[in-house]
């Protein structure tokens, strides 16, 4: 862990949703190494993941549940009486056929990404406000503008979550809070096992322009940029992290 890292997060605290999935732990991983106080909030909590770090706060949260996250909040605030920034990584998967697809299967998608995305920060917000800083990160997803024809539904939703950054963005900017989202393109992880056992077989086997699939440390790595003060001028925006996407697009 660099020197410069550890400056801009020593003793900081972020609230990291969706934390026990492979892109948020390792975000929880890459910001308590460096210093910084972690909520590592799930639904489902494994209380080994993060055993080594004694500054990770492991908490069980439906982010489906609006009273819930709202309490969660209110044992952040007890707890650290601070918040400097918040990371958004829930996800669900619903991979599939578009004409297979239920509503059922849209409705968990919307449910937990992009309004369980909507609700800690509805919670976290005005915290920020009051104390003029705070930073929020969005894990969207490179198929909020090239979907995969498998991928709907969380393509869509990646589309509305980087539209509410840019609008957040800016609307926040002037109290001191900045809202950006980072959007993945093939990470190693279960959820792109998931996607990539659905893609025809003629797809091109080339997944990125650098020979891709990307760790989630380089998904992490995006995120603490953006949490830090070097990224104190950019707000309501997407940072790819992509290889460079599809050298066949």
Same mark, same amino acid.
């Given at each position: 862990?660099?020197?410069?890292?550890?400056?801009?997060?020593?003793?900081?605290?972020?609230w990291?949703?969706?934390?026990?999935?492979?892109?948020?732990?390792?975000?929880?991983?890459?910001?308590?190494?460096?210093?910084?106080?972690?909520?590592?909030? =799930?639904? &489902?909590?494994?209380?080994?993941?993060?055993?080594?770090?004694?500054?990770v706060v492991?908490?069980?949260?439906?982010?489906?549940?609006?009273?819930?996250?709202?309490?969660?909040?209110?044992?952040?605030?007890?707890?650290?009486?601070?918040?400097?920034?918040?990371?958004? =990584?829930? &996800?669900?998967?619903?991979?599939?056929?578009?004409?297979?697809l239920?509503?059922?299967?849209?409705?968990?998608?919307?449910d937990?990404?992009?309004?369980g =995305?909507v609700?800690?920060?509805?919670?976290?917000?005005?915290?920020?406000?009051?104390?003029?800083?705070?930073?929020?990160?969005?894990?969207s997803?490179?198929?909020?503008?090239?979907?995969?024809? &498998?991928?709907?539904?969380?393509?869509?939703? &990646?589309a509305a979550?980087?539209?509410?950054v840019?609008?957040?963005g800016?609307?926040?900017?002037?109290?001191?809070?900045?809202?950006?989202?980072?959007?993945?393109?093939?990470?190693?992880?279960?959820?792109?096992?998931?996607?990539?056992?659905?893609?025809n077989?003629?797809?091109?086997?080339?997944?990125?322009?650098?020979?891709?699939?990307?760790?989630?440390?380089?998904?992490?790595?995006?995120?603490?940029?953006?949490?830090?003060?070097?990224?104190?001028?950019?707000?309501?925006?997407?940072?790819?992290?992509?290889?460079?996407?599809?050298?066949?697009?």
């Open positions: 862990m660099s020197s410069q890292d550890r400056e801009h997060f020593k003793d900081r605290v972020y990291v949703t969706g934390a026990f999935g492979a892109l948020g732990a390792a975000t929880v991983r890459r910001l308590a190494e460096a210093g910084a106080h972690v909520v590592a909030s =799930s639904r &489902n909590v494994d209380d080994t993941l993060f055993a080594d770090l004694p500054r492991p908490l069980s949260v439906d982010v489906a549940d609006d009273a819930r996250v709202r309490e969660a909040f209110r044992q952040i605030e007890e707890r650290f009486q601070r918040l400097d920034g918040l990371v958004l =990584s829930t &996800n669900v998967g619903a991979f599939g056929d578009f004409l297979d239920t509503d059922a299967d849209w409705q968990r998608v919307i937990a990404k992009l309004l =995305s609700r800690p920060l509805r919670a976290a917000l005005p915290r920020f406000i009051a104390q003029g800083t705070g930073a929020v990160v969005a894990i997803g490179r198929g909020g503008i090239a979907p995969p024809p &498998n991928h709907f539904p969380g393509s869509s939703v &990646n979550l980087d539209l509410l840019q609008g957040l800016r609307k926040y900017g002037p109290h001191g809070v900045r809202v950006n989202a980072v959007a993945p393109g093939p990470i190693q992880s279960p959820r792109f096992a998931s996607m990539a056992s659905g893609q077989d003629a797809e091109p086997t080339r997944l990125t322009a650098l020979d891709g699939p990307g760790t989630p440390e380089d998904v992490a790595s995006a995120v603490a940029y953006l949490l830090s003060d070097e990224a104190r001028f950019v707000t309501g925006t997407r940072l790819y992290v992509d290889g460079g996407g599809p050298p066949y697009a």
